[in-house]
């Protein structure tokens, strides 16, 4: 009778410090998804580019801001776990800086291991360039992406140096979508220079299924749609 109270005991002494080892892992994935937007769901790493992309600048306390120093390293060791199979990003963004934007987009196209991508609120601006950037992608039935010409705030050089530099950008980031969703250059160009649509500016709203008939999304769907894709995408799912 003894030898067994003290071999349930044991038992127990064993178990505890899984169980303090399970809830610092849950503290450890709150705290990560609280700081940068980032989580890994078994075999999969969730990253989310939210509010407005952070350049070399750092945007006011009160601004909600996707930090490309916080995405760039975490693509890397995606590139380079063994673990994380694939990569899910999901997008409520209203664009931002053009250079960090780009280099986030360039990173994920860049990957060996499957990608989706799911437009949420919104994929404005430089959000397009990244939301096309994955293998395949995803936009709620309510989700809008917003194209128009490549802006600067502050003071701008009234020099043809200056607009060459504007039109020069443009077509980086023109030649990025184009090479890695189905719409034409010929296209987006007309999109970018569009008047009417927006009020006081140039530009394109497209909502939902318009996004996808224009080519610059793959399919009208939710977070369950994007999931079986990506499952699939990577040999573990059903066809």
Partial sequence: MSKNKNSHKNHTE?????????REQEKHRDER????????LGNIHLITIIGEVEGHDNLGNNAKTTKYEHILPQLAAIEDSREIQGLLVLLNTMGGDVEAG?????????????TVSLVLGGSHSIGVPIATSTDYSFIVPTGTMVIHPVRMNGMVIGAPQTFDYFKQMQDRITGFVCSHC??????????MMATGILTKDVGTILVGEEAVKEGLINEVGGIKEAMHKLYKLMGTGDD
């Fill in 182 to 191: 189905k719409v034409t250059r010929g296209r987006m160009e007309e999109m």
């Fill in 33 to 40: 998804i609280e700081q940068t937007g980032q989580t890994t």
């Fill in 102 to 114: 780009l280099a986030i987009a360039e990173m994920i196209a860049s990957l060996s291991k499957p």
């Fill in 14 to 22: 064993k178990e505890r410090p899984n169980k303090d080892e399970e």
